[in-house]
């Protein structure tokens, strides 16, 4: 690993036994571990959350147990979904992955849709000290193992080089094994991008449950006491009903809608009908033409650009294409051009 202020070393694709995976894929789409989207790993407190976490359901035993530095928040696992996003499209594409990633910090930032002021650079570098610092025993099952282990959410994490003035330029994060095995296994789920538009805490982790157990079923069902639990909120019911109505009211949520129903309970349902290439009338798209949408963004996840041209197909109301890989090319130049 290079020394701070260093470049980085030629072996840099190494595979998953080399030195380190580059993160240089540009629009990589979000990706998330499904066993952090399932059980709440993160606080979802705005202050210094210094409480012993315990939760178990349906067989899953956590205990999560902060730092000084406090529990490593909601906020904080942007980091590991931009790790997860950069390894997956990798991965799509037949590149060889490592567990120690080198990142651009400008380019995390961007990607998480933060700002890139000084302040943010502080707040980056405390995101990493929580996530190095909480520490997780769980029996999850991730790759198809279940082990009841302890580990922290990064296994450790370096600044490579630094700007002139001290800001991180390039950062070097070494994930858990846990977390490694859930990418090699794609044990992951796709985000919508609007993802880092949610600042609330609560509305990122109601997100990321109604992503996972809605998924690509027409609606969800849950009572208030189970996804406060299943939420790892902190406050009373009371006050978690009065939440859950504001967002009611609001509509926050990228892709899903919620409503409240007799009996204390919560239903989620899809706002727009989620099209896979398999689907009678999807657009069929030519693997020459992927190709093409490589040459005409290059370091882009075209599985990703291609998923997303699907959903914004479907949202149009799912016309009939005369010619699907050329509607398709042409969107990404318009893409390529924002």
């Excluded at 390894?87 to 037949?94: E, K, R």
């Excluded at 002139?164 to 094994?177: H, I, K």
Aim: aromatic content about 8%; some cysteine.
């Amino acid at each position: 690993m290079a020394a701070a202020g260093g470049a980085y070393p030629a072996e840099a694709q190494g595979g998953a036994e080399g030195r380190f995976f580059l993160c240089d894929i540009f629009d990589a789409i979000p990706k998330n571990d499904l066993a952090s989207m399932e059980h709440p790993l993160f606080s979802l407190a705005t202050r210094p959350d210094r409480r012993i976490l315990n939760y178990e359901h349906n067989g899953a035993e956590i205990t999560v147990v902060p730092s000084v530095k406090g529990l490593a928040t909601i906020h904080d696992k942007d980091i590991l979904i931009f790790c997860i996003s950069q390894l997956m499209a990798a991965q799509n594409a037949g590149r060889q992955l490592s567990r120690t990633l080198h990142l651009k910090a400008h380019d995390l930032l961007i990607a998480t849709n933060r700002e890139t002021s000084g302040d943010a650079y502080r707040r980056l570098r405390e995101s990493f000290e929580r996530l190095a610092g909480t520490r997780i025993t769980t029996n999850i099952v991730t790759g198809g193992e279940e082990v009841t282990s302890g580990f922290g959410l990064i296994e450790s994490w370096e600044i490579v080089r630094k700007a002139r003035g001290g800001r991180m330029v390039n950062v070097a994060v070494t994930l858990s094994d846990w977390l490694f095995r859930a990418v090699l296994s794609k044990s992951v789920l796709t985000l919508s991008r609007d993802y880092f538009r949610l600042r609330k805490p609560l509305e990122r982790r109601i997100y990321e449950l109604t992503r996972k157990h809605c998924g690509r079923q027409s609606a969800w069902t849950i009572s208030v006491e189970t996804l406060l639990k299943k939420s790892g909120s902190a406050s009373p019911r009371r006050v978690f009903r009065k939440m859950v109505r504001d967002m009611i009211e609001a509509q926050p949520l990228p892709d899903y809608a919620m409503e409240e129903l007799p009996g204390d309970l919560i239903r989620f349902s899809q706002k727009y009908a989620v099209t896979e290439p398999g689907a009678l009338d999807a657009p069929v798209l030519k693997a020459t033409t992927l190709e093409r949408a490589r040459d005409l963004m290059p370091g882009a996840d075209v599985y990703g650009l291609e998923a997303e041209w699907r959903a914004m197909w479907a949202r149009s109301g799912r016309p009939r294409l005369r010619q699907a890989d050329a509607a398709f090319l042409g969107w990404v130049k318009k893409r390529g051009a924002e």
